[in-house]
């Protein structure tokens, strides 16, 4: 008996007598286990993935984290949030005169345990110190503008009534009450924005959303007020090290789209025939879900991508 029949018995042992294709998920869930408070992040996967939201927070289920894990993208992302919220709340008003100095030990604080890895040190630390110079050069002069300054702040808007009310909520990196009375606030990122086309298309809600809270005076500690600067300021660190991007020109007609598209969502889902489906539209899917494999995407996509 030749070696190639043993192997082809043993392949045959995986081999199913057939093949049964995976459908798409559509879990529709009773309204009253369908939640009925998101933050403005959490809005953006409703949209893209409804599934993620059906798995996170009607089955409540929560990835388990790697052990011993080396950090990665997100963790960078929270330590270089921490260190510059550290220092604006430490220094609400003026600049001061060592502002260098004091972001290098805001980060130090921030980073913590983390700067003994190697590849901390090496990588992420120097990005550190590059956002440092471009933040120090451009905080002192957005604040000439700046009359009071809230950072990591809460806020929360109702939407709809009766039955279909729904509780948005939201923590803010920045809200700024300018000298001028309107309100600015500002995003930061380490990764990528959204586009300006995403977030004109209702894709990207959260600062349109946050905008919105704003203007009801929805704000811890802020009065309701106009929005005049909608902004990520994108902290790579790299060349150039930071860059203001504005999320629109008429950002109150961004706030008032993405108010009526939650809404729409809103009531689109207190109807228990909604199913809360996985990416429904695949060109718009999100880049990342904890989820995926809970629902089968790469099964049901190959198939349906496969009978077109």
């Known amino acids: 008996m030749t070696s190639g029949r043993w192997l082809g018995w043993q392949t045959a042992l995986d081999e199913p007598d057939f093949v049964q294709p995976c459908e798409a998920p559509a879990p529709t869930p009773p309204v009253s286990a369908r939640p009925r408070q998101l933050s403005v992040t959490q809005v953006e996967t409703w949209m893209r993935d409804p599934y993620a939201i059906y798995a996170r927070h009607i089955l409540n289920l929560r990835p388990l984290d790697i052990i011993d894990a080396d950090p990665g993208a997100a963790e960078r992302g929270t330590m270089i949030h921490d260190a510059l919220d550290r220092f604006v709340r430490q220094y609400p008003d003026k600049m001061p005169a060592n502002v260098l100095h004091v972001l290098r030990e805001t980060g130090i604080a921030a980073f913590g345990d983390a700067l003994a890895l190697p590849g901390v040190w090496a990588f992420w630390w120097p990005r550190y110190e590059r956002i440092t110079e471009w933040f120090a050069e451009m905080e002192a002069v957005y604040r000439q503008d700046v009359r009071k300054t809230h950072t990591e702040v809460g806020g929360q808007l109702k939407v709809g009534s009766g039955e279909t009310e729904f509780t948005l909520i939201a923590?803010?990196?920045?809200?700024?009450?300018?000298?001028?009375?309107?309100?600015?606030?500002?995003?930061?990122?380490?990764?990528?924005?959204?586009?300006?086309?995403?977030?004109?298309?209702?894709?990207?809600?959260?600062?349109?959303?946050?905008?919105?809270?704003?203007?009801?005076?929805?704000?811890?500690?802020?009065?309701?007020?106009?929005?005049?600067?909608?902004?990520?300021?994108?902290?790579?660190?790299?060349?150039?090290?930071?860059?203001?991007?504005?999320?629109?020109?008429?950002?109150?007609?961004?706030?008032?789209?993405?108010?009526?598209?939650?809404?729409?969502?809103?009531?689109?889902?207190?109807?228990?025939?909604?199913?809360?489906?996985?990416?429904?539209?695949?060109?718009?899917?999100?880049?990342?879900?904890?989820?995926?494999?809970?629902?089968?995407?790469?099964?049901?996509s190959s198939i349906e991508g496969g009978g077109e």
Do not use: C, M, N
């Open 171 to 300: 923590k803010a990196d920045r809200v700024d009450e300018l000298y001028d009375g309107t309100i600015s606030i500002i995003d930061y990122k380490t990764g990528g924005p959204p586009s300006t086309t995403d977030i004109s298309l209702g894709f990207a809600p959260q600062l349109p959303l946050e905008a919105a809270i704003a203007q009801a005076g929805g704000f811890a500690g802020a009065k309701p007020a106009p929005v005049s600067s909608l902004e990520f300021w994108r902290l790579s660190g790299g060349d150039p090290a930071g860059e203001r991007r504005p999320a629109g020109k008429d950002i109150d007609a961004l706030a008032q789209a993405a108010l009526l598209g939650l809404t729409e969502l809103v009531a689109r889902y207190s109807d228990p025939d909604t199913p809360y489906l996985s990416q429904p539209d695949p060109s718009h899917a999100p880049a990342w879900s904890d989820y995926i494999h809970l629902a089968r995407v790469l099964e049901w």
